[in-house]
C-alpha cells in the first residue's frame, strides 16, 4: 500500500502539470453516476476503486501506468512460458539512436519511427531473423533525460524488443560467437537506417545490442513491478531521469519548473502512442486477450471483495481533504469500520470545523495498525 499511496501523490502532481488532462480527472469523478465503491485484494493486502472514471494513461497517470503495466507483464510472461515450453527461447533486442540536448522529443521519435521501418523491412536484417528462427517480438518503446548528467544530451527514447525465436533451428546455436556475429550484422543494418532517417550514425558500444534469454527473461519479469521500479518511464533510472522522475522531483520542489515542462512535453508527445508492440499475428498464437489499456485500468480483481460504498458527500468531503490514498490505505490495513471512522472526522473537517494538516495526519495514524 505504501507505493499506491505514493502514486496517488505523484498523480495529483500530473494533475497540476496537465490540469485540463484526462489524467486530471482520473480515479475523481464517478462514473455513470455509480457508487465509489472500494475493494481489497486479500491476496495482495491491497485496496482499491471501482466505480471512478479512469483515464488508462500509461504515460501521465501514475495510478493507471501501474495498474495496466502489471497487467501486461502477466500477458508477456505467459507468452514467453509458452514459446519456451514449446522448445523456443526468447532475446532481448535494444536499440538506441544518437540524441543531442537540441532535439524536440517529437523530432526524435518521428525519425527513430522512419529508421525503425527501415530496419524491420531490410532484407538483411529480415536473413538474421530467420536464421534465429524469429516468430515474432513485442517491442517497448523507453524514455530517458539527461538534464542532470554533465554532458546533458537531451531526451533519449529507445526500444526494447522481447524476440520469440528458437523455431525450427538449433538452440545451441544461441551461444557467444552466434549471438555476436548476429549483433554486428544488425547493428551495421540499425546504424545505415538511422543515418538514412537524419539521425546520425550510433556507436556500435550503444546503438545495438542483443542479449540472451537470461536478460529477456529479467526484463519482463520486472515489468510492471512499482518495487522494482517497473516499466521504462516509471522507473528511477539508473543514469538520467525518466518522465516520472520528473513528477517527483517537482512534488519535492515546487520551484523546479523544468521538470514540469519536460513531463508536459512527455505527456503530449506519448499521447495516444502504444507502450506495447505485439507483431502482427504473436498475441493469437499464444491466446492473448485483445484489451486496452482502458480496460484494463477498470479491470477489478477477479479475487478482490467488497468492503463498502462511500455516498457522493462522503466522496466530495474526501476530495476536499485530498484522502483518496488514505482511505485504500486505512481500508487495506485496519478494515471498512475504521475508514467509516475516518469519513464521520473528515465529514466535520469539510464542514468547517477547525482542521490542518498535522491533525489529518494524526487522524489518519489513529486508525491504522501499530507496526510490529
Known sequence: MDTRVARFSLQSVARSILPKSRTAKCLRIRAYNSDVQVWKHHEHGTAAYAGLQTCGSVWACPVCAAKVA????VELQSAMATHKAQGGAVTLLTLTTPHQKVDSLSSLLDRQSK???????????????KEMGTIGHVRAL???HGRRSPTNNGWHPHYHCLMFCGSGVDLSRFNGPQM?????RLYLRWAACCVKSGLGEPSYEHGLKLDDGTKAGNYAAKWGLEDEMTKGHTKK?????????FLRAYFADGTDRQAAALFQEFAET???KRQLSWSRGLKALFAIEEAS?????????ESAVLLGLLTVDQWRDVLKVDGRATVLEIAA?????????YLWFIEGAAKGAHFDLEMLAEARALLLPVPS
Not at 115 to 129: G, T
Request: proline letters at 2%; zero cysteines; a negative charge.
Open 270 to 272: 506519448f499521447k495516444g
Open 237 to 245: 533510472a539508473l543514469h538520467g531521469e525518466t518522465p516520472f522522475d
Open 115 to 129: 529508421a525503425l521501418a527501415r530496419f524491420w523491412a531490410d532484407r538483411a536484417v529480415k536473413d538474421v531473423f
Open 70 to 73: 502489471e497487467r501486461r507483464r
Open 293 to 301: 489499456d482502458e480496460e484494463l485500468s477498470n479491470r477489478v480483481e
Open 142 to 144: 523507453e524514455v530517458t
Open 333 to 341: 490495513r485496519s478494515g471498512w469500520h475504521e475508514v467509516q471512522r
Open 180 to 184: 555476436k556475429d548476429w549483433q554486428v
